[in-house]
């Protein structure tokens, strides 16, 4: 370990997780076709350009992928040395948005003007992802201790959690509580650490989303009385959503055909997206896309498993989390399964910063994939017929 | 190479497993919504989709004998502006600069509108700014693609003619039903059956492209084709009105009718509809949707004693040539009926009585004719019942019977020369045509055909309802009534200049609420038919309460007459009088 823990080190590097180069391909093409079915509508009535949003979704899927081919080619572990440095402007950024930032939908979450703006908290996910894995690997054993493991650990999250929860963003901090605490956990904390971690979490979160008040307790009203309050805007996306999935049934309504997008689901392109796929691809479409979201994050804890070094576990260990917990915080809220966070869909939902976040996570996860340890690295059944078959067809 | 396992990597599982167990139930949350609940959220999302509209179906449009269009529907625009959009004042400006030109409104005056609209009801989305703009202005409007504001497409009932026979075609409500006239009357011909179309829609209501729709085609509606004649009517309409200027009359009636069929050639009467000064805040406008030539009721007066005569002469009860001694009054068990002139003439012929206006004469007629006959006859023409006229709001009409309680001799008397009994301009018409037309009993009619949507017209046969009298007392009554307007060193106010006609002149009292009748208020009309033994035309002039207590004679014969002259050469009926104008058509 010694040897090769050192960053920036030269070393011998194998051929990424296949499984894992397909689903980010695949989820990528799946979520612009998602957002131009979703959004033209929307698009057409805002900017009399039904390809409004589309495009840009396909130029940022462009830069994230330029971005995800140059990182997934790096050594990760040449992001240790930057941990330190990402966590302090993500630390500043966040600032700025709460002194300047842009208001909407009642959050303050936006920096920057005209076509670019920018949305730290998303960037801050793959920051802390970054700097706690830094941090934790650096750690060993002293994580088990009250003041060198909880206690640190503790102000880190709850600098960046506090900084987004003011804007108000209760699903990126959610989402950076359940990275966070996985990482925690997979990085050696004790039982008794977790323990008082998740009572306190739990806790946290109830008093923090009942405390803010607003459109979040309306959102844990809407959920908590599943008749659906249509007079709220939270109860008349769930419900819309709910009527939109449930019309679509096991086949759907058809690709393009969709009635919820005209201005029944309010944010059809982008959180309310998973609605709109299950109303036209229907049952068969959803699930495959919740089993796609879930081989996703078997490859990533695979990859994890097989790292050779504890920086590369946790990193891959925090994005496969990541990937998951929004996933499924999105698909749970859209479904009512829990209380609506507002959360975007992983690759399928319009957004630059988030797009291009997700594709920077994942350029990090195939890196990591690539320097698997010799032991236990191995191509699975059908990834070894598939090269045998391209091996045949280049000779 | 060596590998270092810390306990992470099996740590790692843990959150994969609590995951994947939130994935399962995630799956499972959506077979229950995409499958065990498919079909009730099926229902939910029908019933917030599916919209349906009405798809106007053309009215049908209104022409004369002639096929000259008197009402018609035309496509129009109704301007709609979204007050949503017009709330972002740099499109509102523009825009209501464009849309006030194109309207020929103030610019400001339809920002004010939309945004005082949108301050009475907040949930309002778009705000009618003009119904009704026509066709090729709306049309411009459209392609100027004006921010917010959105053209309906509308219909408006057109009459190229003005307020030609405005009374009688009556009038059409927005929403396409007639609401008087022969609009209301015939709406089920004319109004067609709106089609439906039945679509998805969205949030705004505008309907979902590619979505599922429904249509049902709206059938149009038939045309009429009246019986009316455009110039006639037009002629008529203006008789009326000088005739009421010049006599000071309250209003009037004038009824121009084929005898033989029941068609009315033209029916006028004031006051009337107006289309050119209508005015719905104008409580006035209520009584001026009633057509008075089916809706009032009089006492004729004299112009019933035809109906006496002819009674009395089919039942053989008199003859032209019976004579009787008019003392100048009647003396119906101590009650004194006058003559209109308060002398007596002695020995009459029953001739003679309908020349004078004898009420003497008619009470002799009555009381040879007796009582039970009397009334058999009075309702064989057809008094006191509907004529079946194909015009709303038809009075029908009273008189006293001997069946009836408070029936005095006096009732049967008065009767006889056309007071306490209550008829209908139309009433008149319909019982004189069968006086001169040979005996038949004919409903009048204004609907001469309809024309169906393939352009089969179907026209409609004139029902004879009876036959009061024989065609020979019938021609008996042309020459008495011939005789009425001239004989030897006689010739009446009515008597036409090219034609020999018949009539009979009427100057009625108006009776008062105490029981008797009021001197000042009368009603003056006059009756007549021409050709004389082959009746073409039959002209009812009434004149309500003229002012100058002029005589039916001397205020409503000579229009009739004049009538008679003009409408005959328009219909190119050969004069009987030699060296004649040409009837001048313009």
Redesign the interface.
């Known amino acids: ?1 010694a040897a ?1 823990s050192r960053p920036g080190a030269w070393r011998e590097s194998g051929p990424p997780d296949f499984w894992l180069v397909a689903l980010t391909v695949l989820l990528t093409i799946v979520g612009i076709v998602a957002v131009y079915s979703s959004s033209f ?1 929307i698009a057409l009535a805002d900017f009399g350009d039904p390809y409004y949003y589309v495009i840009r979704q396909i130029i940022w899927a462009a830069l994230g992928g330029v971005g995800l081919i140059v990182i997934s080619r790096m050594d990760y572990r040449r992001l240790r040395m930057v941990a330190v440095p990402l966590m302090v402007v993500t630390v500043a950024l966040l600032l700025v948005v709460l002194a300047m930032g842009l208001t909407s939908h009642g959050a303050q979450r936006w920096i920057g003007a005209g076509p670019v703006t920018l949305q730290p908290a998303e960037f801050a996910k793959l920051s802390v992802i970054i700097y706690l894995a830094a941090w934790l690997a650096g750690r060993g054993d002293r994580i088990r201790t009250f003041e060198y493991g909880l206690v640190p650990f503790l102000i880190i999250v709850g600098v960046v959690c506090t900084l987004i929860m003011l804007q108000p963003n209760l699903g990126t901090t959610l989402i950076i509580l359940a990275i966070t605490m ?1 990482m925690f ?4 904390a004790s039982l008794r650490q977790m323990t008082l971690l998740a009572a306190g979490g739990i806790g946290a979160v109830f008093l923090l989303a009942t405390m803010m008040g607003g459109y979040r307790a309306d959102r844990i009203a809407n959920f908590l009385h599943p008749g659906g309050d249509n007079s709220t805007a939270g109860g008349f996306q769930i419900l819309q959503s ?9 086949h759907g309504l058809g690709l393009g ?1 969709s ?1 919820a997008k ?3 689901i309010p944010e059809s392109h982008t959180d309310g997206v998973f609605a709109i796929i ?1 109303e036209e691809l ?2 068969l479409a ?2 495959t896309l ?1 089993i796609l ?2 081989t996703l ?2 490859r990533g ?1 695979q990859i ?2 097989r790292s ?3 920086f590369g ?2 990193l891959a ?1 925090g994005v496969t ?1 990541w990937i ?2 929004q996933a ?1 915080l999105n ?2 809220g859209i ?3 829990i209380p609506l966070t507002g959360v975007p869909l992983p690759f399928l939902s319009y957004g630059s910063n988030a797009l291009t976040a997700v594709l920077l996570a994942m350029g990090i996860l195939i890196s990591i994939s690539r320097y698997q ?4 690295y191995r191509d699975s059944a059908p990834v070894q017929r598939v090269r045998r078959i391209v091996k045949r067809v280049k000779r | 190479m060596p590998v270092d396992r810390t306990p992470g990597t099996r740590r790692i599982w843990l959150p994969a497993i609590l995951l994947g167990i939130f994935a399962l139930v995630a799956i499972a949350r959506l077979v229950q919504i995409q499958v065990v609940e498919h079909g009730h959220y099926s229902t939910v999302a029908d019933k917030e989709l599916i919209d349906k509209t009405t798809v106007y179906a053309r009215r049908g449009a209104i022409v004369d004998r002639n096929g000259n269009v008197l009402a018609i529907s035309v496509d129009t625009w109704d301007i709609y502006v979204n007050a949503s959009v017009w709330q972002d004042a740099s499109k509102a400006g523009p825009a209501s600069e464009a849309l006030g030109k194109l309207l020929s409104m103030d610019p400001a005056a339809i920002r004010t509108s939309v945004t005082s609209a949108t301050q009475k009801d907040p949930d309002i989305v778009q705000v009618l700014v003009k119904r009704d703009v026509p066709y090729a202005i709306g049309t411009a409007i459209i392609h100027e693609d004006l921010d917010g504001v959105v053209p309906v497409a509308d219909h408006e009932r057109d009459h190229p003619e003005g307020d030609l026979a405005a009374s009688l075609l009556g009038l059409t409500g927005i929403d396409n039903s007639g609401l008087a006239g022969i609009e209301y009357q015939y709406n089920a011909i004319l109004q067609g059956t709106p089609g439906k179309s039945i679509f998805e829609r969205d949030t705004v209501g505008d309907p979902i492209p590619f979505g599922q729709s429904v249509a049902v085609p709206p059938k149009p509606g038939q045309d009429l084709v009246l019986t009316i004649d455009r110039n006639i009517q037009q002629m008529a309409e203006q008789r009326l009105h000088d005739a009421i200027v010049e006599h000071r009359a309250k209003g009037g009636q004038l009824i121009v009718a084929d005898p033989n069929t029941g068609q009315i050639l033209a029916l006028a009467s004031e006051p009337g509809l107006k289309y050119s000064t209508l005015d719905f805040n104008d409580p006035a406008t209520t009584r001026l949707l009633q057509n008075s030539a089916v809706s009032n009721l009089y006492e004729p007066g004299s112009e019933f004693k035809l109906v006496t005569a002819s009674a009395a002469i089919d039942a053989g009860a008199v003859t032209p040539n019976t004579t009787y001694y008019d003392p100048g009054y009647v003396d119906i068990g101590g009650t004194i009926i006058h003559n209109w002139e308060d002398e007596a003439l002695g020995e009459q012929t029953m001739l003679g009585v309908l020349q004078n206006s004898l009420n003497s004469g008619a009470v002799f007629m009555a009381q040879q004719l007796g009582e039970e006959k009397f009334y058999n006859y009075v309702k064989a023409f057809g008094f006191g019942q509907p004529t079946g006229i194909d015009l709303p709001g038809e009075a029908v009409g009273h008189y006293r019977t001997p069946s009836d309680p408070g029936f005095s001799p006096v009732d049967f008397a008065t009767q006889s020369f056309g007071q306490s009994i209550t008829v209908t301009p139309l009433q008149m018409i319909q019982a004189v045509s069968a006086i001169v037309n040979g005996g038949k009993l004919i409903a009048p009619h204004i609907v001469k055909a309809t024309i169906d949507a393939n352009g089969v017209e179907h026209s409609v046969e004139p029902k004879v309802a009876g036959n009061p009298i024989s065609p020979e007392t019938s021609a008996t009554m042309r020459m008495m009534m011939h005789y009425d307007l001239e004989s030897p060193g006689y010739r009446s106010e009515g008597d036409p200049k090219y034609y020999l006609a018949g009539g009979k002149s009427s100057t009625a009292n108006v009776p008062v609420s105490n029981g008797g009748y009021n001197d000042l208020t009368q009603i003056a009309s006059f009756v007549e038919f021409a050709p004389l033994n082959d009746p073409k035309v039959l002209v009812l002039v009434t004149l309500d309460e003229n002012q100058d207590l002029e005589t039916g004679s001397i205020a409503a014969g000579p229009v009739a007459a004049k009538f008679i002259d003009d409408v005959l050469r328009y219909m190119n009926v050969a004069p009987d009088r030699a060296d004649y104008p040409p009837y001048d058509q313009g």
């Open positions: 370990m090769i509508v996985t956990w997979v990085g050696g709910l009527i939109a999935m449930g019309n679509g049934g096991i055909a009635r005209f201005f029944y299950g229907g049952l959803t699930v919740v979201f879930m994050m078997y804890f994890a498993r050779e070094d504890e576990r946790l260990t989390t998951a917990v499924l698909i749970g479904t009512r399964t340890s010799g032991v236990s």
